[in-house]
């Protein structure tokens, strides 16, 4: 006789399928038929799942056989899934405190089911004859099973390697644990890293740097780590001080569950984590412009970050740093990019150049925006290619009129700081803005 563990999934306050996993390995997931069928009102758990018409959608969805739904047959959940798992040192913490096996997959995303990144949740279900039959012969295959049920307590789940807590701010601006307290604001506690010297006042400063230069980043704040010293379940940095505070903006929604559905785009392509650095801008790109509800907006936003992302040395940039967000009134199908978050000069610690993905199929990774480049990606994305310069040359002005100031303020150490500017000095598009600045300085007829 064979084991069961199933999980029911839920978007929101909708039932979307089902979660299961048969103790030889192998898991699935399958959709409810009545979420399959809901046509225009069925909200979007992913962008994968969604094909050219509703047609080929629902046909997608019924499918018992989609290979996006299987895991990799050792373990290992459906890429959708495993992409909701925290990862690096909270996963093994999660993993420890829930008694977990180290490649127990399914039971940490039950621990952590009801806390989930967006608007997912995971919890135990227990399936009757009916149920198991559906699940497991597509109701007309004979099949000797038990179902299993796993105790769903109160874990969390943030993706991302560097260290993280949940925390809530109560009244009186007090920060507890998420799991005690789900009332206040949610927030993300991004704690010193111990390979990184002053990693959150770095992230600090990166993000303010970002904002400065147009983009649309996540809500931070940089803050005393002694302000949640009784929450630390960490061993951090003897130099640790301080801690990055960021807004969740897939919490504190209105709506019914007060959660607002995201997904990153490893999601979005069915990718799993470890192969996270395999894909490129140009794949991203063109699910914005086909899904977002900004379109060509967000496509520039996309350029904006990359442009940013190069001069601040962030060589990092993998498909788990870029989200879509679902809209909460109106559609809630539509979603756009979401803000930015986990931007980081790693220019400041290290030397380099280039992006972590590549930017069209087929390239290596680690290259730099340069024009023969920004031409395929005009081709790929077919916007004009004056539209894309013209992005990028505002991007720049932005951060080079205002970003020698920034860096002088911000909490880098003096390394870093020299660092930092010894990388932006080395970068051509800097090189070229400046020599635009010495010509407009230059007097009438002289040479710049």
């Given at each position: 006789m064979s084991m069961l563990r199933s999980l029911r999934i839920r978007l929101g306050t909708v039932d979307a399928g089902s979660l299961f996993a048969l103790d030889d390995g192998r898991c699935y997931f399958r959709f409810d038929d009545d979420y399959a069928m809901q046509g225009a009102a069925r909200p979007v758990l992913s962008q994968l799942y969604c094909a050219s018409t509703e047609e080929r959608t629902r046909a997608?969805?019924?499918?018992?056989?989609?290979?996006?739904?299987?895991?990799?047959?050792?373990?290992?959940?459906?890429?959708?899934?495993?992409?909701?798992?925290?990862?690096?040192?909270?996963?093994?913490?999660?993993i420890q405190r829930a008694g977990l096996a180290p490649d127990d997959e399914f039971g940490l995303l039950a621990y952590c089911g009801k806390d989930l990144p967006g608007d997912v949740s995971a919890v135990a279900e227990e399936l009757d004859e009916r149920g198991l039959g559906r699940?497991?012969?597509?109701?007309?295959?004979?099949?000797?099973?038990?179902?299993?049920?796993?105790?769903?307590p109160g874990g969390e789940s943030l993706s991302g390697v560097q260290p993280k807590l949940g925390l809530v701010k109560g009244a009186g601006g007090r920060y507890v644990m998420r799991s005690r307290d789900r009332t206040g604001a949610h927030f993300i506690a991004k704690l010193p890293a111990t390979d990184y010297p002053n990693m959150p006042q770095v992230e600090f400063a990166s993000l303010t740097l970002a904002a400065a230069a147009g983009v649309a980043t996540c809500e931070f704040a940089l803050e005393p780590l002694s302000a949640i010293a009784e929450h630390?379940?960490?061993?951090?940095?003897?130099?640790?001080?301080?801690?990055?505070?960021?807004?969740?903006?897939?919490?504190?929604?209105?709506?019914?569950?007060?959660?607002?559905?995201?997904?990153?785009?490893?999601?979005?392509?069915?990718?799993?984590?470890?192969?996270?650095?395999?894909?490129?801008?140009?794949?991203?790109?063109?699910?914005?412009?086909?899904?977002?509800?900004?379109?060509?907006?967000d496509v520039f936003e996309l350029l904006r970050r990359i442009k940013v992302n190069e001069l601040l040395g962030n060589f990092d940039a993998?498909?788990?740093?870029?989200?879509?967000?679902?809209?909460?009134?109106?559609?809630?199908?539509?979603?756009?990019?979401?803000?930015?978050?986990?931007?980081?000069?790693?220019?400041?610690?290290?030397?380099?150049?280039?992006?972590?993905?590549?930017?069209?199929?087929?390239?290596?990774?680690?290259?730099?925006?340069?024009?023969?480049?920004?031409?395929?990606?005009?081709?790929?994305?077919?916007?004009?290619?004056?539209?894309?310069?013209?992005?990028?040359?505002?991007?720049?002005?932005?951060?080079?009129?205002?970003?020698?100031?920034?860096?002088?303020?911000?909490?880098?150490?003096?390394?870093?700081?020299?660092r930092l500017l010894a990388h932006l000095d080395a970068n051509a598009s800097v090189a070229a803005w400046r020599r635009r600045a010495a010509r407009k300085q230059a007097p009438h007829g002289g040479q710049a």
């Open positions: 997608q969805l019924l499918d018992p056989a989609l290979a996006a739904n299987r895991g990799d047959g050792r373990g290992g959940l459906p890429p959708f899934f495993q992409n909701l798992l925290p990862e690096g040192q909270l996963r093994k913490h999660l699940l497991l012969g597509q109701g007309h295959d004979s099949y000797e099973m038990s179902s299993g049920q796993l105790p769903v630390l379940p960490f061993g951090l940095r003897n130099d640790a001080s301080r801690f990055l505070l960021v807004h969740r903006f897939d919490r504190d929604a209105a709506t019914p569950t007060g959660r607002r559905h995201m997904e990153d785009f490893a999601q979005v392509t069915g990718t799993a984590p470890g192969a996270k650095y395999v894909g490129t801008y140009a794949a991203i790109g063109v699910v914005l412009l086909e899904r977002s509800a900004r379109g060509i907006e993998h498909l788990k740093n870029f989200s879509l967000l679902y809209e909460v009134s109106g559609t809630p199908q539509q979603a756009v990019l979401s803000p930015a978050y986990d931007i980081v000069a790693y220019a400041a610690y290290v030397g380099g150049n280039g992006h972590a993905l590549a930017f069209v199929p087929g390239q290596k990774g680690k290259q730099l925006l340069t024009p023969a480049i920004l031409r395929q990606l005009a081709n790929l994305w077919r916007i004009p290619e004056p539209k894309l310069q013209a992005v990028l040359v505002e991007t720049v002005e932005r951060a080079m009129t205002q970003w020698p100031a920034l860096i002088a303020t911000l909490p880098f150490s003096d390394a870093q700081r020299d």
